[in-house]
């Protein structure tokens, strides 16, 4: 819901902050005094391109802000969460226009672009009459009305559900089929696959070949140095165990001089122990020291296609596994595509079939709904003083070979506003007035069921008078108590209805006209319905009309 709309510089308004409230709003005011000021105003917030005409005399911009209540716009808030503009519950849309030509536009204080901002005023704010922003002139607000309409909501779900599911298995074949044809791909793959699986290339397996491979060529120095270190360990004279022996004889008799020499021998015990230890381990190492020539040029082959295998994968031993293992996994999905593509031509003809039977089901309700629609709307353009006009839906169908959330079918508003005239597309009408009425018609009929808050209508009783204004009054009164209405109005019937009343004025000042807008209270009310009624010169006879006009207005049940 609109909540606040404030103008500076703008066409003859210098500055102005108006403040709407929920219901139906008027605007009145004197021929030229700028009364669709606020619609053109909203018209530049919902996206229009920028007109440096609307800039102020004198002024190098002019400045438009509104604010929105998001309470029941979840479509609007959802949108701000998605383009990270939300800021809480808060909605801003500010925008303005150089003298030059230029625009800039900012939503909630963010830097936005033009289509960013009719995205989210579509959301917001529909605009009706004489104006290029008029969402029901676009077919697909259109079909989203009729929709809301017939309650279509579960069958919408069914068939975009459906056209998800058929989507996503039209989108895993083409990738499929973007592959190729894999066959040759799997022989080279199981023929590299094959080399590397008759080794064994786990990093600790050939971390233990490249060990045995080096002991292999040392051999006969191992076996050198082994029997060296024997024969200092062995058990005479000269070997090192017979030498610490000595030694702790020799200390042993100086303990009783020198108590830490104790020390010491516990020391030299230790010592000779793990001298004794290694004596054994290296007499095993020895005795498994082979020197094998048949065994060495095994380890060598071995070794060799490993580099080989290391080269032309280009990669190093270490990581051998890790391709092979990698080449396996792309082999098994190359043959599960190769099966799955197989099996997914069923399986999407399935899909297609639940999508058709789904949109069937939801193009039945359209028609319905279409039948019911038009009937109600054309009831309610007789009146609204187009007698003999007719409003009709026409429903066509779409191709229907391919997936589609909304359905087998468009809508497109059909109208004639006089009998004996083929009906024409909505958005071809060529007159204003009659298309706000049209407008107003189809909302009415719709109990203002579409998602969008606000509504616009502007002259909405151009070329009206008489009861029929009085009607199209009570119809805006009757859609003001399901969504919040503005109507700029010169009838004194439909003024009368409004839940609150704005007033625009001109005046000169400093040899420039400006125009003020000014919120009526009751006095003014019945003063401006008056003018209203009576031209320049008010007379009692108009003041007592305007006061009757306030008076059933109020007394008017709601519809």
């Not at 001089?257 to 007499?283: F, S, T, Y």
Request: hydrophobic content about 45%; overall charge negative; glycine content about 10%.
């Amino acid at each position: 819901m609109l909540k606040r709309l404030s103008i500076k510089d703008f066409a003859v308004v210098s500055a102005t902050e108006l403040e709407f409230g929920p219901g139906l709003t008027v605007v009145s005011g004197e021929t030229g005094a700028g009364k669709s000021l606020i619609v053109d105003a909203l018209g530049f917030l919902s996206g229009l391109r920028a007109d440096s005409g609307m800039v102020r005399h004198g002024a190098q911009r002019a400045e438009l802000d509104a604010e929105f209540a998001l309470e029941d716009s979840p479509a609007a808030l959802a949108w701000l969460r998605e383009q990270e503009f939300d800021d809480g519950g808060a909605c801003q849309l500010r925008r303005t226009l150089r003298a030059d030509g230029g625009s800039r536009a900012w939503i909630n204080g963010r830097p936005a672009t033009l289509s960013q901002l009719g995205a989210l005023a579509a959301l917001l704010v529909e605009i009706h009459g004489q104006h290029e922003h008029q969402a029901l002139l676009s077919r697909g607000s259109q079909l989203a009305l009729l929709d809301a309409f017939g309650r279509h909501e579960a069958e919408l779900s069914a068939v975009a559900q459906a056209a998800r599911a058929w989507s996503a298995l039209l989108r895993e074949r083409d990738l499929l089929n973007a592959a190729g044809d894999v066959s040759d791909r799997i022989d080279f793959l199981g023929h590299q696959l094959g080399e590397l699986e008759r080794e064994a290339l786990e990093p600790d397996a050939i971390a233990d070949l490249v060990a045995a491979h080096r002991r292999q060529a040392h051999g006969a120095e191992l076996v050198e140095a082994c029997d060296a270190a024997l024969e200092r360990l062995g058990g005479d004279s000269d070997a090192l165990p017979a030498a610490v022996q000595q030694l702790r004889g020799l200390l042993a008799r100086m303990q009783a001089h020198e108590p830490r020499l104790g020390e010491v021998d516990a020391m030299l015990e230790g010592a000779a122990i793990q001298l004794d230890e290694a004596a054994v381990l290296l007499d095993r190492i020895r005795a498994d020291l082979d020197i094998d020539p048949e065994q060495m040029q095994q380890h060598d082959a071995r070794l060799s296609r490993l580099h080989e295998l290391s080269r032309k994968h280009r990669v190093p031993l270490q990581d051998l596994a890790a391709h092979r293992d990698a080449l396996a996994a792309e082999l098994e999905s190359l043959s599960t595509s190769a099966k799955r593509l197989e099996g997914l031509g069923a399986e999407i003809e399935a899909a297609a079939a639940a999508w058709r039977g789904a949109a069937a089901k939801l193009g039945k309700a359209r028609t319905k709904a279409a039948t019911a629609l038009g009937k109600a709307t054309t009831a309610l353009i007789g009146e609204l003083g187009m007698g003999g006009g007719r409003f009709e839906v026409a429903l066509e169908p779409t191709a229907g070979e391919t997936p589609d959330a909304q359905g087998a079918e468009r809508a497109e508003f059909l109208v004639t506003a006089n009998a004996g005239q083929p009906p024409r597309p909505l958005r071809k009408v060529a007159s204003g007035g009659e298309l706000s009425r049209i407008s107003l018609a189809i909302e009415v009929a719709a109990l203002g069921l579409d998602a969008v808050q606000t509504m616009v209508f502007d002259e909405v009783d151009s070329g009206i008078g008489g009861n029929v204004a009085g009607i199209v009054g009570r119809k805006l009164r009757d859609l003001g108590s399901r969504r919040q209405v503005l109507c700029v109005t010169h009838l004194p019937q439909v003024a009368a209805q409004g839940h609150a009343h704005y007033r625009v004025s001109k005046a000169e000042s400093e040899g420039m006209t400006q125009s003020a807008v000014r919120l009526l209270d009751d006095a003014g009310r019945q003063e401006e319905l008056a003018r209203m009624l009576g031209g320049i010169e008010v007379s009692r006879e108009a003041r007592a009309a305007a006061k009757r006009l306030l008076r059933e207005a109020e007394e008017t049940p709601a519809a």
